[in-house]
């Protein structure tokens, strides 16, 4: 069983950064990390949880919601089974619980997720 753990949450204040990390382990044989789609998610409270960022298998294409563009930036090092994203110009509304999410054909794995606090 895939197991993703986050890290790097906290609280900043607005126009400040944080590096979220996702660190994933328990791959069954023939199965490795480059293999997976990942993406980052998030849940502000009281309402739905929203893709925010993906990154292809290759890790050559990226993909962003349109009110992270510019903003963030999302990254994964297969040979560290790791996948980041990099969060500059942290605005209020970016508040939420950040998941890591894993993606192998119709199979998802969600990490527990790590709670990011933009307030002054």
């Known amino acids: 069983q895939v197991l993703l753990v986050e890290s790097g949450g906290g609280l900043v204040q607005p126009g400040g950064s944080l590096r979220l990390s996702c660190v994933a382990s328990?791959?069954?044989?023939?199965?490795?990390?480059?293999?997976?789609?990942m993406s980052w998610y998030r849940q502000a409270p009281g309402k739905e949880r929203e893709w925010v960022a993906g990154i292809i298998s290759n890790g050559r294409i990226t993909k962003y919601t349109d009110s992270v563009k510019d903003r963030f930036t999302i990254s994964r090092d297969d040979s560290r089974n790791t996948l980041d994203l990099q969060m500059n110009g942290l605005k209020s509304k970016d508040t939420a619980v950040y998941y890591c999410?894993?993606?192998?054909?119709?199979?998802?794995?969600w990490g527990q997720g790590t709670q990011v606090t933009v307030s002054s």
């Open positions: 999410n894993a993606r192998l054909g119709t199979g998802d794995v």
């Open positions: 328990g791959f069954r044989p023939g199965y490795r990390f480059s293999m997976y789609a």
